[in-house]
């Protein structure tokens, strides 16, 4: 049987180490001469983060001993990737299997790169939500519930105007579900997209609610996140 020591690296910053874990589950080496039979490897990778995982690139370290190589990045590493088709969704785990040959009784795997979805950074750090982001017209929506957890601030509802309120750092926002009008301490104003309701949960245009707020909005296409910053 194989012996493991698993790490998870990040090679771009897309997903933070704790939102994907693996775990070698199975795996054996065929072969009479030690450290040159043929490894079957099986793991098993679980999306613990909020964002929707396209794929994974593992590398797999075989020896002979119980020991890391000691020099990593001279080392044979062996490389698989895995696309996810359905994507990965939170929560969800998927077992995946592959083998290589000339291969050790030892194996140290490395997540390489993990291709992740649309996600949320406030001030550097990434968001964990509880709605899932939505894109619609090409722009990005998150709850209101969520945008609020993570900026600071707080929510209310007025049944009077049947508007929902948001107070933050001095500034009020007032808007209606399916409208594009928003009062921002009461002066009139209209965005580019229209506010939408989900499942009784409103979800907000990030790229027209957060300037209101005083929070800047950069996408990064490379890390394939909105960065969100005071």
Not at 14 to 37: C, F, H, K, M, N
Not at 163 to 191: C, H, N, P
Not at 192 to 219: K, W
Request: proline share 4%; hydrophobic share 40%; with cysteine.
């Amino acid at each position: 049987m194989l012996l493991a020591m698993l790490m998870l690296l990040l090679a771009t910053g897309t997903v933070l180490a704790e939102d994907v874990t693996v775990e070698l589950t199975g795996g054996e080496i065929a072969g009479e001469v030690r450290g040159q039979g043929t490894a079957s490897v099986i793991a098993t990778v679980t999306n613990d983060g909020s964002r929707e995982v396209y794929g994974v690139r593992i590398a797999a370290y075989y020896s002979t001993v119980n020991m890391p190589p000691s020099d990593p990045e001279a080392a044979d590493w062996r490389i698989h990737e895995f696309v996810f088709e359905p994507p990965l969704k939170p929560t969800h785990s998927v077992t995946l299997r592959f083998s290589d040959e000339n291969a050790g009784e030892y194996v140290l795997l490395e997540v390489r790169y993990v291709s992740a979805g649309l996600g949320l950074s406030y001030n550097g750090r990434l968001a964990r939500l509880e709605s899932a982001l939505q894109e619609h017209d090409g722009t990005a929506y998150v709850a209101t519930r969520d945008l609020i957890g993570l900026i600071g601030g707080g929510i209310s509802y007025d049944a009077a105007t049947y508007e929902v309120v948001i107070m933050r750092q001095g500034i009020e926002l007032r808007f209606k579900e399916g409208s594009r009008k928003v009062k921002v301490d009461g002066a009139d104003t209209t965005i580019e997209h229209e506010v939408r309701s989900e499942d009784g949960s409103s979800f907000l245009p990030v790229s027209d609610i957060c300037p209101l707020l005083g929070v800047s909005v950069v996408h990064d296409p490379a890390l394939n996140m909105i960065q969100l910053s005071d």
